[in-house]
């Protein structure tokens, strides 16, 4: 029986496939493997092994049967069938080891503070030194490089995995309806969009809204430290595994790394679910609620009052 290839699948599973392994993504779950395949297995026809087994069944057996005067049959009738040697080769050959995961480039020292007053200009600064950038593949399908948006002393920073559709478009960081959720989720501490900053992990779109390859985000991602430098936060909120990922310079599942405070480059970094995430399973809305606590707690904040 031949094997599918790849081009052959249904549209709507593979679309359907790309959901699930984004899904998968923000919950951190990114390290995925595939066993060695026996194709001689594979490409059996099971229809022609079931009629091949139930031919067996209706031949009669060979081996006599015991005799009336309580004499037994040969030992070696009696003995059951040896196991195939390629069944056992199978069952006990090792499993293909797991791909070594990639290294993270190290991120660059901090950088000395910079006067609040200044801190718009140095941002202007590390824009002119992205310039039009060519230094990965991302930049061939772009249209806008999303650099950042907020304000440049902000006490609270969000940092995405990189633009989608809208953002490129428009040039600013979550302005699609994960940014509206996002919008939601600053009023709800009690701050406004322009009392913050956001940013992403990579500045340009990835084809299709993948995830940044590991080149991709270790180029990009120096710029990001250098404006955290500058806008130096009190609190940064991790949105979702990659940015929890290039941010901590380790690849861990999401539940791992939230309801705790890490030490980031002078600021107490918390992660939660991406916005997109959340729109596709609503459930997780209370859990990003409670990590969005712990950040207003270290900011000193409370939640507005409902009027």
């Known amino acids: 029986m031949a094997r599918p290839t790849e081009d052959a699948a249904d549209p709507a599973l593979?679309?359907?496939?790309?959901?699930r392994m984004r899904f998968y993504r923000e919950l951190g779950l990114t390290e995925f493997y595939r066993r060695a395949v026996d194709q001689a297995a594979h490409d059996q026809d099971p229809l022609e092994d079931a009629e091949s087994r139930a031919g067996d069944a209706q031949e009669p057996e060979k081996s006599s049967a015991p005799s009336l005067s309580g004499g037994s049959a040969s030992e070696a009738e009696n003995q059951p069938e040896p196991i195939a040697l390629s069944v056992q080769a199978n069952f006990f050959a090792e499993e293909p080891a797991i791909p070594a995961r990639k290294n993270f480039?190290?991120?660059?020292?901090?950088?000395?503070?910079?006067?609040l007053e200044d801190r718009a200009v140095a941002l202007r600064l590390i824009r002119e030194?992205?310039?039009d950038c060519t230094r990965c593949a991302l930049h061939k399908g772009r249209h806008t490089i999303v650099f950042a948006d907020g304000s440049p002393t902000a006490r609270l920073m969000f940092?995405?995995?990189?633009?989608?559709?809208?953002?490129?478009?428009?040039?600013?960081?979550?302005?699609?309806?994960?940014?509206?959720?996002?919008?939601?989720?600053?009023?709800?501490i009690g701050l406004k969009r322009e009392e913050v900053y956001i940013a992403n992990?990579?500045?340009?779109?990835?084809?299709?809204?993948?995830?940044?390859?590991?080149?991709?985000?270790?180029?990009?991602?120096p710029f990001l430290f250098r404006q955290i430098d500058v806008v130096h936060p009190e609190v940064i909120v991790a949105l979702g595994a990659t940015a929890a990922t290039y941010l901590l310079g380790q690849?861990?599942?999401?539940?791992?790394?939230?309801?705790?405070?890490?030490?980031?480059?002078?600021?107490?970094?918390?992660v939660t679910y991406h916005p997109a995430f959340l729109l596709r399973d609503p459930r997780q809305k209370k859990e990003a609620w409670a990590d969005l606590q712990i950040a207003m707690r270290e900011l000193g904040l409370k939640p507005p009052t409902r009027g």
């Open 159 to 188: 940092v995405g995995e990189g633009p989608g559709a809208d953002e490129d478009a428009q040039g600013l960081p979550f302005v699609g309806r994960a940014g509206q959720l996002l919008n939601n989720m600053i009023s709800a």
């Open 201 to 221: 992990v990579v500045k340009c779109r990835p084809p299709n809204n993948r995830t940044p390859e590991p080149v991709e985000a270790n180029t990009c991602s």
């Open 129 to 131: 030194d992205i310039g």
């Open 251 to 270: 690849r861990q599942p999401l539940a791992g790394l939230r309801g705790r405070v890490h030490a980031f480059r002078g600021a107490k970094l918390i």
């Open 105 to 115: 480039s190290a991120p660059p020292h901090v950088a000395p503070a910079v006067p």
């Open 14 to 19: 593979r679309s359907a496939l790309v959901e």
